[in-house]
């Protein structure tokens, strides 16, 4: 239906978009929450005055069907009218509202006016004259005072929201109608006989539209998947936990939202668990509340540690000297002495995920890493020495369109002789060339991954706009307001989780 592929965008919004809780209903689920996301009622009228643009531009014109009936009139005794091609071709709505309560969410448009256009047709026969007697033209309706309510229930049922009208209604207080052609005497008879009968045709059909629409929506929500991909190798799990939970101006869900692997190998427990905290943006009236805990974070930095993309094989430096080992010749001279003047490589692997700690203000780092010293003789790589690694930064993070970047600053680091096999070495004469290393490689090359971002759960066609970035215990908190691109619709809800860096 035209009127769904406009409007259901922006129901996800309000439904899908928001996957946040401020409390979670314990054993509920079993799965737990580790991103949340509430919509203010700023948001939420956002996304009700974008609806009811979106449902006119989408409904009308709208068919009505066709009213016909038989009306005595004095004298001429019965007569045949019709009126056909009945469409309705403007609706202005004067006020409107949405609120969350204890039965769910209501969405109430009030003080609309609707044009109509029509065929009018009568005939009739009568024993004055004998032969059947007809008339036709056009006319205009115009309907007054109509209001249009919806009541949505969600809840959370196998990992995705379950949508249901609770209630839906429309109701028309008063219509005027104007014919034009015809035997002007019999005007008000045809007004009278279709008045009562445009306004029930004008109610039943705006209310069989809601709830067409709301039953195509259910329907949506339950075929959504339950992982949304990132890249070839992980996908974002947005199974919903726990029912949503309505307050008296805000709507609050919750999701898993950890970072999984695509291919379904088992990946390591390395980051602990815990219940969602509220939501917390310090400016109240921003439209969207997206929380983050750091278990998201360590999640990812699990998956690629698991997938093996953190190994790096340093053979160009700033510094080209310090891969040969006359480079080494005063650092390490027993190296230089058996490998004279031998290209070299310097290998980094992680030993274990890298572990983020989010505190007040401060993002912090710690990776464990083996370098190893790689000799190249006659084309053979002969690893003579390995040193591990403890690596400390401190991240900063920044919106990215509707992603999630940021960069690593080095704070330090300690080293220790994990095995050599020529003979012992004298870290501290090491530790300046590692420094450097660290610095002018391995830094740049995190940063250059870091900086291309991981999607925040926002619907395509929906963009983060001037988004505020809070750090607390645990937690990442993004507060922002949203813009829409007219030019989307459901068919690209999800682009940019399959198409990460565009």
Not at 5 to 12: A, E, F, N
Not at 104 to 116: A, E, I, K, P, R
Not at 194 to 207: G, H, K, M, P
Request: net charge neutral; hydrophobic share 45%.
């Amino acid at each position: 239906m035209k009127i769904l592929s406009k409007i259901l965008p922006l129901l996800l919004l309000l439904i899908t978009s928001s996957f946040f809780s401020s409390q979670a209903q314990v054993g509920a689920s079993n799965q737990e929450s580790f991103t949340s996301i509430i919509i203010s009622q700023t948001g939420l009228d956002f996304v009700k005055d974008l609806l009811i643009t979106k449902a006119i531009s989408s409904i009308i014109p709208l068919a009505l069907p066709k009213i016909e009936r038989a009306v005595k009139i004095p004298i001429l005794g019965n007569v045949r009218m019709v009126l056909s091609n009945i469409t309705i071709y403007n609706i202005d709505v004067l006020s409107s509202y949405v609120k969350p309560g204890d039965t769910g969410v209501v969405f109430v448009v009030s003080g609309t006016t609707c044009n109509l256009s029509a065929n009018w047709f009568y005939e009739y026969t009568t024993w004055l004259l004998p032969i059947k007697i007809s008339d036709h033209g056009i006319a205009s309706v115009q309907v007054e005072g109509m209001q249009v309510g919806l009541t949505l229930g969600l809840e959370t049922q196998k990992g995705t929201l379950k949508l249901s009208l609770v209630d839906c209604g429309c109701y028309v207080k008063e219509i005027s109608i104007k014919l034009d052609g015809g035997a002007s005497w019999l005007y008000q008879g045809m007004i009278n006989a279709f008045e009562e009968q445009i306004v029930s045709a004008v109610e039943n059909s705006i209310t069989k539209k809601l709830k067409e629409g709301i039953s195509k929506l259910d329907s949506l929500l339950q075929s959504l998947p339950k992982e949304i991909p990132v890249d070839d190798h992980a996908s974002l799990n947005i199974t919903f936990v726990d029912n949503p939970l309505l307050t008296s101006s805000s709507i609050e869900f919750d999701i898993n939202g950890l970072f999984t692997a695509r291919k379904k190998a088992s990946i390591p427990n390395y980051y602990n668990s815990n219940l969602q905290p509220p939501v917390f943006c310090s400016d109240q009236s921003k439209m969207l509340g997206i929380s983050l805990d750091e278990a998201v974070l360590n999640s990812a930095s699990a998956l690629y540690y698991d997938a093996e993309f953190m190994q790096w094989t340093v053979d160009k430096v700033p510094d080209q000297s310090l891969l040969n080992t006359a480079g080494w010749r005063f650092i390490i001279p027993q190296l230089y002495r058996k490998y004279p003047n031998d290209d070299m490589n310097l290998n980094i692997s992680l030993s274990s995920p890298p572990v983020i700690r989010v505190a007040e203000d401060n993002i912090d780092a710690t990776v464990h890493a083996d370098l190893i010293i790689d000799v190249l003789v006659s084309g053979e790589v002969i690893p003579v020495a390995c040193i591990s690694l403890v690596i400390h930064g401190s991240c900063s993070v920044k919106i990215l369109r509707n992603n999630l970047g940021g960069s690593v600053k080095l704070n330090g680091f300690t080293m220790s002789l994990t095995w050599s096999k020529i003979g012992k070495l004298r870290l501290y004469l090491i530790q300046p060339v590692v420094w450097a290393v660290i610095q002018t490689v391995f830094v740049p090359n995190v940063n250059a991954h870091l900086g291309q971002g991981f999607p925040l759960p926002i619907i395509h066609g929906f963009t983060v706009k001037s988004a505020e970035i809070i750090c607390s215990s645990s937690k990442i908190t993004v507060c922002s307001d949203v813009a829409y691109a007219d030019s989307h619709n459901l068919n690209h809800l999800f682009i940019p989780f399959s198409n990460r860096y565009t």
